[in-house]
């Protein structure tokens, strides 16, 4: 599996990273808890079993975008949930989503869910937090909606667990 990835600029970098700190303070799951070198805040753009970093390199020149964020965006999962918060869709990164996916091809069934007309962009903040933590775990975060831009293009390679920086 290969992800084609956009990275928020350093202050909201370091918001998301204060939001992973305090879930791990309330002893809660966090993203924080991973502390291999290539995780990072991030938007995933793309998924795909395979791409050519042709065409995606060009697209790193759009780039830095506007980056607006929301409230707390919840994926539920067998009695336990993702809990992430909600990146909002704007004009220029609706935009820059159909270009990347124009550029790799489309995605497969197993990876719809990053097609343009499906994608819900998002930042993880914690993964497998049990419905009865929810509370907690939003409590905790205190995420507050943010402006700030995407400004990194990344590709990360799951099988070979190598990170490609774009921009």
Not at 127 to 133: F, G, I, K, T, W
Request: glycine share 6%; proline share 7%.
């Amino acid at each position: 599996m290969i992800s084609v990835e956009v990275l928020p600029d350093p202050a909201t970098d370091a918001l998301a990273r204060a939001a992973w700190r305090r879930l791990i303070d309330a002893g809660l799951p966090s993203a924080g808890r991973h502390t291999g070198e290539s995780n990072r805040p991030h938007i995933t753009v793309a998924v795909r079993d395979s791409l050519v970093l042709d065409g995606l390199s060009d697209l790193a020149d759009l780039l830095p975008l506007p980056l607006r964020l929301g409230g707390v965006l919840l994926f539920p999962r067998s009695g336990q949930a993702v809990i992430s918060w909600q990146v909002v869709v704007t004009a220029p990164l609706a935009e820059f989503h159909r270009r990347v996916d124009a550029a790799i091809g489309p995605a497969d069934e197993r990876y719809a869910h990053t097609a343009p007309e499906q994608w819900t962009p998002h930042l993880t903040m914690a993964r497998r937090v049990r419905l009865a933590d929810l509370g907690a775990a939003v409590e905790a975060m205190d995420l507050s909606p943010h402006v700030g831009e995407v400004t990194g293009l990344r590709i990360w390679d799951a099988t070979t667990r190598m990170v490609t920086t774009l921009r």
